[in-house]
């Protein structure tokens, strides 16, 4: 089955520490996002990746950080900088630019702050 | 002029009932409209989408109406049926970019 896999489901922080949220994908997908949702915000682009070895910031990225080593994982790090992290975390892919190429989004991570 | 505005906030219809949930814009580059349904606990799915190019569009119980020269576009769902009750989320785009801007979502309840 292809998809996208996001792991852990729930993740827990602890003040000062950072956290990292595993995103997998076995579409073959060019590009890789990430979207933070907040209850009433609706979903807010923290960083996405055209290609392997290269990423863009969103809309927020302080306090974020990615990578891309491979074209099917995109981990999204939690640093202590953000203040504010308890959010629903949702990953998604694109085969490509905005041309009728949807989203798929994965099942997402609920962060919550000890 | 990167914002979509969604209203109303949630909604609540009785089973048969046709909700509609609207979206409006600014920024006039925007050229892909999506609507996506998420349930709770899970990502959210693309539902249907529109271009500007046409003023609606039909997938089965779903409909978007586009009204260009008002920068709004809505949906509607027909006959909605309790498995319809989840969040939907407006989106807009630019073809050939990356950046999807979404709304602030609509919690809708189909009462059985």
């Known amino acids: 089955d292809g998809g996208i896999t996001q792991s852990p489901k729930y993740l827990f922080r602890k003040e000062g520490q950072n956290v990292t949220l595993s995103c997998e994908q076995n579409l073959n997908h060019d590009a890789m996002y990430w979207y933070r949702q907040d209850p009433g915000q609706g979903l807010r682009l923290i960083y996405y990746s055209q290609i392997v070895n290269d990423f863009q910031k969103g809309d927020i990225a302080e306090g974020y950080s990615v990578s891309r080593e491979k074209k099917e994982s995109f981990p999204l790090t939690v640093t202590s900088a953000q203040k504010n992290p308890t959010a629903f975390y949702l990953c998604?892919?694109?085969?490509?630019?905005?041309?009728?190429?949807?989203?798929?989004f994965g099942s997402g991570t609920q962060l919550s702050v000890l | 002029q990167q914002q979509v505005k969604q209203s109303p906030q949630s909604l609540i219809v009785q089973k048969g009932g046709i909700p509609i949930i609207n979206c409006a814009y600014e920024?006039?580059?925007?050229?892909?409209f999506p609507w996506y349904q998420q349930f709770p606990g899970k990502g959210p799915a693309l539902l249907i989408a529109i271009r500007p190019d046409v003023s609606e569009k039909k997938e089965g119980r779903f409909t978007i109406s586009f009204n260009k020269s008002a920068k709004q576009f809505s949906l509607h769902i027909m006959d909605s049926q309790p498995g319809d009750s989840a969040t939907y989320f407006c989106?807009?785009?630019?073809?050939?970019?990356?950046?999807?801007?979404f709304g602030t979502g609509t919690r809708l309840k189909v009462l059985a």
């Open positions: 998604a892919s694109s085969l490509g630019t905005v041309l009728d190429e949807k989203l798929f």
């Open positions: 989106a807009a785009a630019t073809s050939g970019t990356y950046k999807y801007i």
């Open positions: 920024n006039t580059a925007f050229d892909y």
